[in-house]
Structure formats: structure tokens, C-alpha cells
């Protein structure tokens, strides 16, 4: 395999090879990836403190994906802050995954610029196209599924809600997994082999979104999720990670770009039936109400 030259790369390289490595590595590899700045401005002695694993993993895992060292991984990590820092200050958002400081947090105009520069960094990122094949095998999946259950808890709850409300009205069998009143266990229990399963997690991961996942997969239900990373907790399980950059500002994600995603789903799985069966018409999309 060849040596990965950038961070894209990089992911793609620890997706094809964490069947390889050990939970230890792919604990350091997951870090790694969830936490970019840190591994570029830090020393590994450093990063091993703040993430309570050892340096050594971090040196094993990078001369497992075929580094000398740990410093020419590390040098991946360094090179968008290096391009950043000769470009204007909206390129340096885009690297700096749209997270940005307030200089007066009690500036409600100021929070509103910097949330709305933050989810146009957010969907740019989204409509460069480095997702449109797990999304369109995503969409191949609700095609070939009986029914399609969602699954999102915590601040990814509205997400998945909107999820399963759009494949309902685009003439799919859609089933929101809401936990209401403690029946989580009983909703996972009605997905059958032949159905699909959508989650949406971001971290903090839900435990009970995770646990959903496991049960799922293990009865052999085709698994799509929709995450920060292939390395989370459920991308791990899934057939299909649909990978999300959300922006985050003092520590609120948006949630605009996994809107888009959902809908791009919905949309996408409609246009694709009703070509095939020869009922698209304008009249139709102006009634789906989405």
C-alpha cells in the first residue's frame, strides 16, 4: 500500500488496515483522526498524556501504516496549518475544522456570524463530493432494505427524526427509533435481517446508540451510519459511514451538514425509484412537504 501523502488518505489508510491493528492501535488511531490540532502542535510524549495512551502506541501505529517514525506522520498533521498560515482567514477556518473564538460572547450578532461562517465552512467541506459514494451506496442500501429503522439519540435525535419523517413521505417504510417511555431494547428487537438500520452518532457517542448498533449486527442487519469518523464507536460496525464535518463552537455542534445529508438521502432515494418507475413529476415533489 502507499504511503499516505495527505489526511484523506490517512483515513482511508486506517480504514483499510484496522482489521490488522490492535484495540490499543486503533484507540491511538481514532485519536489521531478526532483530534488533528493536538497531534500537530503537540510532542507524542504530549499527546500520550492527553489522551491517557501511551506514546509508544502512536510510534507502533505509525510505523504500521508504514512510516519511519512518528514525526513523519506528524508532518501530515502540520501541513494544513503550514498552507493556513499563508492564506486569508477563512482558509485558516476551513482548516481549522470551523471552530473559531469569540472576542465578546456577549455579542449575540457576533454569535450569529460566527455560527453561520462555521456551517458554510461545514457544507462546503460536505459539497466537495468526498462522500457522494458511501452516500450513494447508502441510498442503495434503503433501495434493496424492506423497511428502514433510525436511530439518533441526544443532540443527534432531531437528525434522525427528520431522517425517518423524509423516507415516509418519499413512499418508504421508515420507523423512528426514539427509546420513548424505555423500549429502546423492544424497537431493536423488531429489526429483522431483511431491514435497514441508520444511525447518527457524534461524540460524546450515545451508549445506547452503540449498543442498538451492536444488536443489529450481530443478527446480521445491514448497518449505515452517519458519524465524525470511520474509527467511531458505530462507524466501526457499519456497511456504509457517511462521514460528517459539522462545525463545533464552544462546544455546540451544528447540525446543519447532517441535515443536508439526510435529505440528500430522501431525495436522492426518491429521484432514483421514481425514474425507474416512470412517476416523477413536479406535482409529486411539490407534495412531499419535506
Known sequence: MALPENLAQLRDAITAQQEQLTERLRDAARYLIDNPHEVALTTVAELGKRSNIAPSAYIRLAQALGFAGYKDLQRLFRAPLQQAADTHYSERIRHYGGEKLLEDPSDVGGILREFSQANIVSLEHLAEGGEQANIEAAIAHLQAARTTFVIGLRRAFPVAAYLSYALSRVGRRSVHISGAGGTLPEQISAVATDDLLIAVSFPPYAQDTIEACRQATERGVKL???????????????????????????????????????????????????QINGSLSHERLEDIDC
Not at 231 to 251: C, F, R
Open 224 to 274: 449505515v451510519v452517519i458519524s465524525d469518523s470511520v474509527l467511531s464507536p458505530i462507524g466501526q460496525m457499519a456497511d456504509t459511514v457517511i462521514v460528517v464535518s459539522d462545525a463545533e463552537l464552544l462546544g455546540f455542534r451544528s447540525l446543519t451538514a447532517s441535515f443536508c445529508v439526510a435529505q440528500t438521502l430522501a431525495m436522492g432515494l426518491a429521484f432514483r425509484e421514481w
